[in-house]
């Protein structure tokens, strides 16, 4: 049985360094993102899967890569969930599923 006492003194752990949490955090994330994209560049070029605009190094920047089924970590080595956007499609994509939900009813609040 579980006892809901105070545990004793030495047996307290050691605090944990959120700052540290969220730095390791976003590292892995930044790691694994470049690691996606770089792929993703190299197998669909630069260019805007949607209004085929060509990207050049100075505004590549601008070049998103959007997982097809929403789905952050499902990045297989084949590319076959992404597709590059430039960030005004990538906007756009995501935007026509908002607004489908609240056509639908599903996204108007007290409808749920």
């Not at 089924?69 to 992404?82: E, I, K």
């Not at 607004?99 to 009813?105: F, I, K, R």
Request: charged content about 30%.
């Amino acid at each position: 049985m579980r006892s809901f006492r105070p545990r004793k003194r030495g047996a307290a752990k050691s605090p944990v360094d959120a700052t540290q949490l969220v730095r390791e955090a976003r590292q892995a994330a930044l790691a694994r993102q470049q690691g996606y994209r770089a792929r993703s560049l190299e197998l669909y070029g630069w260019i805007c899967a949607k209004c085929a605009r060509e990207f050049e190094r100075e505004d590549l920047h601008l070049l998103t890569v959007h997982h097809r089924d929403g789905n952050h970590n499902n990045n297989p080595p084949d590319g076959s969930n992404w597709e590059n956007l430039c960030v005004y499609c990538h906007d756009d994509e995501h935007s026509r599923s908002i607004l489908a939900e609240y056509l639908s009813g599903r996204g108007k609040p007290g409808t749920r």
